[in-house]
């Protein structure tokens, strides 16, 4: 896995607007196999996106 996350500014940029806003509930989508673990990630690495209490993990689809 590369050190540095490429692309995905919009989308980076849509979860931290979200998380410095609050309350937010976010969900992320996609393939498997696109980033969705990696986007997230990146956003908990972050100042903006270390926020107590709060959960982050998976959620099973709603049918």
Known sequence: ?????????EERAALVAAVTA????MSVEGEAGVGKTRLVSELL???EGRRPPGAAGPVPPVP
């Open 1 to 9: 896995m590369s050190p540095t996350l490429v692309g995905r500014v």
């Open 45 to 47: 690495g972050r100042p």
């Open 22 to 25: 609050p309350p937010a509930v």
